[in-house]
């Protein structure tokens, strides 16, 4: 027989009754779980303000602040949002399972409940919460303004840069607030809507001279479009990039382009010349740059304009 690995984790356990909480402390410490307890809604909100949980379990039913609403809140914070919510619950009726998901819980659970059903959801959504956190640090790092939509076209989440970029924009503006600023969702919901593949893209104007355009990344699950945004303000890259760097022209409009994600191809439609003179002031951007690939020239570049 398998015995499964020892978990190192957080559990917050959020239940009213003492004899549900020592029977889920016995069964998650046997397995190596280290477990927090919240007695009500309100203590579990107050916890949420000194150390975040890998997962919660949350019980339906309490009095004063319940589990649903408790999921909301705690849903609506910076540090919950990612935080997978598994529920426990006696209910049977199937409104209450969809208002358990509705409200942003990732699991549920009956009571009396199964240790090894248990244990075995514990595992998977952690895994797959770690593994989410990991890919959006990766995109954090890459400096890149990333953002993804879910299919009612708000915010499921967004690089710093995005967000920095946005703010730039739309000051009041936040991830958190989950909705897309109003200058974004009118293109957002074109690209949604027509199913777009990578590379396809569509504008936001803002004034006659700067737009923000949104270039389709890919579908890093069925429910999202990852999308990257670009500040279209050419005169004003152009001169950062030439001033940076000692680029002619011509070479920093190259490398603007460049950093837009955009192919020779288009480049050269764009400037109106050839895709083998846009390769040559290419090697030329490479030479002055000391780099020797596109994503690298690209890198510096948005450093250079995202300051």
């Given at each position: 027989?398998?015995?499964?690995?020892?978990?190192?984790?957080?559990?917050?356990?959020?239940?009213?009754?003492?004899?549900?909480?020592?029977?889920?402390?016995?069964?998650?410490?046997?397995?190596?779980?280290?477990?927090?307890?919240?007695?009500?809604?309100?203590?579990?909100?107050?916890?949420?303000?000194?150390?975040?949980?890998?997962?919660?379990?949350?019980?339906?039913?309490?009095?004063?602040?319940?589990?649903?609403?408790?999921?909301?809140?705690?849903?609506?914070?910076?540090?919950?949002?990612?935080?997978?919510?598994?529920?426990?619950?006696?209910?049977?009726?199937?409104?209450?399972?969809?208002?358990?998901?509705?409200?942003?819980?990732?699991?549920?659970?009956?009571?009396?409940?199964?240790?090894?059903?248990?244990?075995?959801?514990?595992?998977?959504?952690?895994?797959?919460?770690?593994?989410?956190?990991?890919?959006?640090?990766?995109?954090?790092a890459t400096g890149r303004s990333l953002i993804a939509?879910?299919?009612?076209?708000?915010?499921?989440?967004?690089?710093?840069?995005?967000?920095?970029?946005?703010?730039?924009?739309?000051?009041?503006?936040?991830?958190?607030?989950?909705?897309?600023?109003?200058?974004?969702?009118?293109?957002?919901?074109?690209?949604?809507?027509?199913?777009?593949?990578?590379?396809?893209?569509?504008?936001?104007?803002?004034?006659?001279?700067?737009?923000?355009?949104?270039?389709?990344?890919?579908?890093?699950?069925?429910?999202?479009?990852l999308v990257r945004i670009n500040s279209i303000d050419?005169?004003?890259?152009?001169?950062?990039?030439?001033?940076?760097?000692?680029?002619?022209?011509?070479?920093?409009?190259?490398?603007?382009?460049?950093?837009?994600?955009?192919?020779?191809?288009?480049?050269?439609?764009?400037?109106?010349?050839?895709?083998?003179?846009?390769?040559?002031?290419?090697?030329?951007?490479?030479?002055?740059?000391?780099?020797?690939?596109?994503a690298a020239a690209a890198a510096f570049a948005v450093?250079?304009?995202?300051?």
């Open positions: 027989m398998n015995v499964a690995p020892p978990l190192t984790a957080t559990v917050l356990v959020v239940d009213d009754t003492q004899e549900s909480l020592r029977f889920l402390t016995d069964t998650l410490e046997a397995v190596g779980i280290a477990v927090l307890i919240a007695t009500s809604g309100e203590s579990a909100l107050d916890l949420f303000g000194h150390i975040v949980p890998d997962l919660v379990l949350m019980d339906a039913v309490m009095p004063g602040l319940d589990g649903f609403e408790t999921t909301r809140a705690i849903k609506a914070t910076a540090a919950g949002a990612k935080v997978p919510i598994i529920f426990m619950t006696g209910l049977t009726e199937s409104e209450h399972v969809v208002h358990a998901l509705e409200v942003g819980g990732i699991d549920y659970i009956r009571k009396p409940i199964v240790v090894d059903e248990l244990l075995a959801r514990i595992r998977v959504h952690i895994a797959n919460a770690r593994q989410a956190q990991g890919s959006q640090y990766a995109l954090d939509i879910d299919a009612n076209g708000d915010v499921a989440w967004c690089t710093p840069a995005a967000e920095e970029l946005l703010g730039a924009f739309v000051p009041d503006w936040s991830q958190h607030d989950r909705v897309l600023p109003e200058i974004l969702r009118a293109p957002a919901a074109r690209l949604l809507n027509e199913k777009a593949v990578p590379g396809t893209s569509a504008k936001a104007e803002i004034d006659e001279d700067r737009s923000l355009e949104l270039i389709v990344v890919g579908r890093p699950r069925g429910d999202e479009l050419p005169q004003a890259n152009i001169a950062r990039l030439q001033q940076q760097f000692g680029l002619t022209q011509r070479e920093a409009e190259v490398l603007l382009w460049v950093s837009y994600g955009k192919p020779n191809r288009v480049i050269s439609e764009i400037l109106t010349i050839s895709p083998r003179t846009v390769n040559k002031h290419l090697e030329q951007v490479f030479e002055k740059l000391g780099v020797e690939t596109r450093r250079t304009i995202s300051q």
